[in-house]
């Protein structure tokens, strides 16, 4: 195994600094990773991030008094020898800088001697690590390891700063090479299709940090071939010659006993080519979905894609039938990376794919077609020596009180997607009907009448969405749903009826019994704090807090212990009234948040100008942050901005650990959804 390059931070306002420190231990057969800093308060970010086993300061080059740069090291990684390189080095400069918590002093002219001090704090930092390692020995774990990785079939690597220390035979196999030796200080990175380079990078942060918990995430890696191979890569914090490493690990297919009807499910039901249901089959699945009892609103919203290549037939007609199969297959590919475990897939009939959805919200459904259709019109199929462009047109029906029935579902899809074609194609398309405001008239009728008899029979129910921390932190933190219960005794989820009762002025009453249901949960549960979302009516009800101040005082909970949150397009909406609304919330000691955030026009003001405890990013941006660089950086500027206010920030609806990864590499506190938690309803009886 080579040498791991030496991880060294050299803080100075020169560059020719940085290259005589390279220059100095690379002479003595040291190879090193200079990383330059030119500026004293970016000193602990940089050590954070680069862990570094040496600190080399110049102050001729950059005025900055070394106790204060030996303090901010101290904080930061204690253990770090810290070198100054100075033009003068007397004696009573030396002991000067041992005072002020420096390991040594070395003129910047005696290179022998720069290399000779940093050879030995080098070993001493060293032996130190080595010294708390209680587990077993650098070598007998070496030796462990390496019987471990010659008899395993699955591929495992291990990585140490991005760069690949060690692999087995089944790793090179699996990426196309001969040997694995011949991979060894390769950047892992190259070996990875961009689009997962996010996520991946994300994963060895938080595994380096020891805040990854054995998570698989799902990237494309890239053989020796050039070919792309889907994989899902397990990560876990690790060591490697007694140096921090992170091991990769893919698992080797498990051949299992199946019982005989899976294995008629995927031999006559599925589309051999695609893995895709075939139509019959996708159609019973679907029928099966929408009857099922208790999946109303399981997830939030459900829809139906309608998914058609554009101008497919021309495509036949240029590379014929066989090739243009090769081009279906691999649109599938492209499809079933984004699926999610609850999702049903089909090949509805020749060119045609459809695919049921269940996800947070409408928005979060958007998202999900805007991404297949970035990826499909981003990619450069091949087929047969062809290579071309394609793009789809995407309908999408939801699933609602007119499109209930699988008939009315598909036909309300299928003619979103005519419409989409009609318009030019590569769109998605959510079509409504000219008789909207008819059916919505009647829908309400219905909902109202329900939701009246539900506050006044007791028949709502709070169910709670754990929030957990990207930081470490152990805060118990919780988001409120709501729940009702029909006169059939089935849930019903908030999505469902919550459009009608914000068009009949019922969401003053429906808030105040969360609240009042709310305090009690807080009464008898230990939890730092509780988010509870606020309507329009209530951010303009000039009677809130004088009832607030009531219902909560009496119940002896902490006022901090509620957080109450406005949705970005209702701040937008009440500007000001928000504003003095969140000052008078916190001024008696509640916490407040802005969710949905990120939708809106005008986003930065809400965040510069409204006065917050918590900044929660809108699930729908999550649906393809993990392979969007646009995307990401977009909310990376959120949390910087919430960061310079010290806000932090919760990514809402998180649904799986490609997204989490990125989450942690943005710098994201905490996150939020399904992937975390289904929520549960934990108060079953609650009274207003």
């Known amino acids: 195994m080579t040498q791991a390059p030496v991880p060294l931070i050299v803080l100075s306002g020169r560059e020719d600094d940085v290259e005589l420190v390279n220059r100095s231990l690379r002479d003595g057969g040291h190879p090193v990773h200079c990383h330059w800093v030119t500026k004293v308060d970016a000193l602990a970010t940089a050590i954070d991030d680069h862990a570094p086993e040496l600190l080399c300061f110049f102050p001729d080059s950059l005025k900055a008094p070394i106790r204060e740069v030996a303090k901010i090291k101290q904080q930061a990684a204690g253990t770090i020898p810290l070198v100054v390189v100075s033009s003068a080095a007397q004696e009573a400069d030396i002991a000067e800088a041992l005072l002020a918590g420096a390991q040594d002093l070395v003129s910047a002219g005696q290179i022998d001697r720069l290399r000779s001090v940093a050879e030995r704090e080098l070993r001493a930092f060293r032996l130190e690590r080595a010294l708390n390692e209680t587990l077993f020995s650098a070598n007998q774990y070496k030796k462990q390891l390496k019987a471990f990785m010659a008899g395993s079939v699955d591929a495992i690597a291990h990585v140490q700063e991005g760069i690949l220390v060690d692999a087995n035979q089944a790793w090179a196999d699996l990426l196309g090479h001969a040997q694995p030796d011949g991979l060894l200080g390769t950047p892992l990175m190259d070996l990875f299709d961009p689009g997962s380079k996010a996520a991946l990078k994300g994963a060895l942060v938080a595994c380096g940090r020891g805040q990854w918990n054995g998570e698989s995430i799902r990237v494309v890696a890239v053989t020796a071939e050039g070919r792309k191979l889907p994989l899902d890569i397990q990560l876990e914090a690790t060591s490697v010659d007694g140096e921090p490493a992170v091991k990769l690990n893919v698992p080797r297919p498990r051949i299992e006993a199946r019982e005989p009807e899976e294995l008629i499910e995927q031999a006559v039901h599925k589309d051999p080519a695609t893995g895709f249901y075939h139509r019959r089959r996708f159609l019973e699945v679907l029928t099966d979905r929408l009857d099922a009892a208790g999946s109303r609103g399981s997830r939030g919203v459900r829809a139906l894609a309608y998914i058609r290549p554009d101008k497919f037939r021309e495509i036949e007609e240029q590379i014929g039938p066989l090739a243009s199969e090769d081009i279906l297959i691999q649109i599938a590919e492209e499809l079933r990376v984004l699926t999610q475990p609850q999702d049903v897939y089909g090949r509805f009939g020749g060119q045609v794919f459809t695919l049921f959805l269940e996800r947070g919200t409408l928005r979060d459904v958007e998202a999900w077609a805007q991404n297949a259709l970035s990826r499909i019109a981003s990619r450069i199929f091949e087929s047969q020596h062809n290579t071309l462009s394609v793009t789809c047109t995407i309908g999408l029906a939801e699933v609602g009180p007119t499109t209930g029935r699988l008939d009315a579902l598909i036909a309300e899809a299928r003619r979103s997607n005519h419409v989409g074609r009609d318009q030019g194609g590569n769109r998605v398309v959510l079509q409504q009907t000219s008789d ?117 005082g009496g119940s002896g909970i902490a006022p901090s212990q509620i957080c109450f949150q406005v949705s970005e397009e209702n701040a937008t909406q009440y ?79 998180v649904e799986n650990a490609n997204t989490m990864a990125v989450l942690f590499q943005l710098g994201v506190a905490y996150m939020q959804g399904h992937y975390v938690h289904e929520p549960e309803v934990v108060l079953a009886e609650a009274g207003r």
């Open 436 to 552: 909207e405001s008819t059916r919505v008239q009647r829908f309400d009728e219905l909902w109202v009448t329900q939701i009246k008899t539900a506050l006044m029979e007791n028949r709502f129910r709070l169910a709670h969405l754990p929030i957990a921390s990207l930081s470490g932190e152990h805060f118990v933190m919780y988001d409120t749903v709501l729940r009702m219960i029909d006169a059939q005794g089935e849930e019903i989820a908030a999505a469902e009826f919550m459009p009608a009762a914000a068009r009949n002025r019922l969401l003053r009453a429906i808030d105040r019994w969360v609240i009042g249901a709310s305090a009690g949960f807080c009464a008898k549960t230990p939890l730092d704090c509780l988010f509870l979302k606020l309507s329009a009516e209530s951010i303009i009800d000039k009677t809130l807090l004088d009832w607030l101040t009531k219902a909560v």
């Open 575 to 653: 500007l000001q009234q928000t504003q003095a609304l969140a000052a008078q919330l916190r001024a008696r000691g509640h916490r407040f948040a802005i969710e949905n955030f990120g939708l809106g026009r005008d986003s930065g003001r809400i965040l510069a100008q409204t006065p917050m405890d918590f900044l929660k990013i809108d699930g729908s941006l999550m649906q393809s942050i993990a392979s969007d660089a646009s995307l990401q950086d977009r909310v990376r500027a959120y949390v910087q901005a919430a960061a310079n206010r010290r806000i932090p920030v919760i990514a809402e609806r």
